[in-house]
């Protein structure tokens, strides 16, 4: 070891000297953490991502664990021959209602609730029909109501109970009364597709995010070999967020499941300047070691001071009262020191274990300096235009209310058609407003 090593040479000549011990630790740790986090929880629940710091946020989480809460499974049929999906529909109500996790299901509604709405109709000066019909009837349509067993907090329990409802459905044969299904709203259903589409996120952002940087990494360090160099520290270390994001939150939700794919594009920077300066030095005639050290020393400050830079960026977020943003922030913070920490440690073992296949870069010809003048009228330009694009785009910048356009195409309210969008309406839950007791109500 060089007495005028700096701490990060030194730590890269002790990593270099303990190979097997430090490539054990390494697997060991990832093994036991992955088993104890891995696979994720996932949480498609929005509900459960907002503070409790707000009354309002408060209040509906209290509705939705009283009774299972509010919510409920709207299915929605359509058919040409009324009387006939009216009969259909109430078999079909009775099927529902015989699920483990299905407390009730209505095709009509109840005698005494029906009594209620029509004196509440009454009052408001509307004129209600006196008969039993089906539940909120519009144009041939017909509607059940499924209250399920449990509340929609729950994505494991929202995953099967749709699962159920859906078994059902498939197997009532309900083309042979001529009646079609047409829709299945509520927040069960948009739960459980939300956990669908997070697991989807997860690996379809990790996989191409992992294909993209293989082969820019392959073609700018000239080397097939330098995704393996550069991508086992960071694959490590993703494996150990993901565990990490487990243990802490207790699952993945919407934010985090592409935390890691962020995770895969910025760990890597730290890498490539320790290689490419590693290089230069080999080039330059050092020994794989001393040029592993000193690369360390020259470049490692500076890779320290950019990722922890970045992750105290990233951290501020978890003061955020959304606890989305706040967990995605805490995410990649811990992501990126834990990158940070497997690259000092375990990039100097591969890179001497690869030492000798590194391609030799031909020294380039000496660029001729751009004169300071072009230099400067260049930046002057570059930031009046980005500028002015800047303060226009503030200007025009709307804030968009609709937060079902965070969720899938085929889920985002916006996206749908007229009708479709009235039966989403009328499967929302209700407006609820809790009073202490009944005198308070009668009030």
Request: proline share 6%; hydrophobic share 50%.
């Amino acid at each position: 070891m060089s007495t005028t090593d700096g701490w990060l040479g030194r730590l890269a000549r002790w990593s270099l000297a303990h190979p097997w011990p430090v490539l054990g630790a390494t697997v060991l740790l990832t093994v036991v953490v992955g088993i104890l986090g891995l696979p994720p929880r996932i949480d498609a629940n929005v509900v459960s991502l907002l503070s409790d710091a707000q009354p309002q946020a408060r209040a509906l989480k209290a509705v939705a664990g009283e009774a299972g809460g509010i919510n409920t499974i709207t299915l929605t049929f359509r058919s040409d021959d009324p009387e006939r999906m009216r009969d259909r529909l109430d078999r079909l109500a009775y099927e529902l209602e015989a699920l483990d996790r299905v407390a009730f299901a209505f095709h009509r509604l109840p005698d005494d609730l029906a009594a209620d709405v029509r004196a509440h109709a009454r009052a408001l000066g509307d004129d209600p029909p006196e008969d039993d019909y089906a539940l909120l009837p519009m144009g041939g349509l017909g509607r059940i109501l499924v209250k399920p067993t449990a509340s929609n907090t729950d994505p494991a329990f929202c995953k099967d109970v749709v699962e159920d409802v859906t078994a059902v459905l498939d197997s009532a044969q309900l083309e042979v009364d001529h009646v079609e299904r047409v829709f299945a709203a509520g927040p069960y259903v948009y739960v459980a597709d939300g956990h669908e589409g997070i697991m989807t996120d997860l690996t379809r952002t990790v996989g191409v995010t992992a294909g993209l940087v293989l082969v820019v990494l392959a073609l700018g360090m000239r080397s097939v070999r330098a995704p393996l160099v550069l991508g086992v520290p960071v694959l490590i270390s993703a494996i150990l967020q993901l565990s990490a994001l487990s243990l802490l939150f207790g699952s993945l939700n919407t934010f985090t499941s592409f935390g890691t794919a962020l995770l895969v594009g910025l760990g890597l920077d730290s890498g490539i300047h320790l290689w490419m300066r590693t290089r230069e030095l080999r080039r330059d005639g050092l020994e794989v070691e001393d040029a592993i050290a000193c690369a360390w020393d020259t470049v490692g400050p500076a890779c320290v001071t950019a990722t922890l830079t970045s992750a105290a960026g990233f951290a501020v977020l978890g003061l955020a009262e959304f606890r989305g943003l706040a967990h995605l922030g805490i995410s990649l913070a811990i992501g990126l020191v834990l990158c940070l920490v497997a690259t000092g440690v375990l990039l100097p073992i591969l890179l001497r274990a690869f030492d000798r296949r590194l391609p030799r870069i031909r020294p380039r010809p000496a660029v001729r300096p751009t004169p300071r003048r072009t230099s400067v009228i260049g930046l002057v330009v570059l930031l009046l235009v980005g500028g002015g694009a800047s303060v226009f785009g503030a200007f025009n910048l709307r804030f968009q209310h609709d937060i079902t356009l965070m969720n899938r195409d085929r889920m985002a309210f916006s996206k749908l058609d007229e009708a479709t969008r009235e039966l989403v309406r009328q499967a929302y839950p209700p407006v609820v407003v809790t009073l202490p007791d009944a005198d308070a109500a009668a009030a």
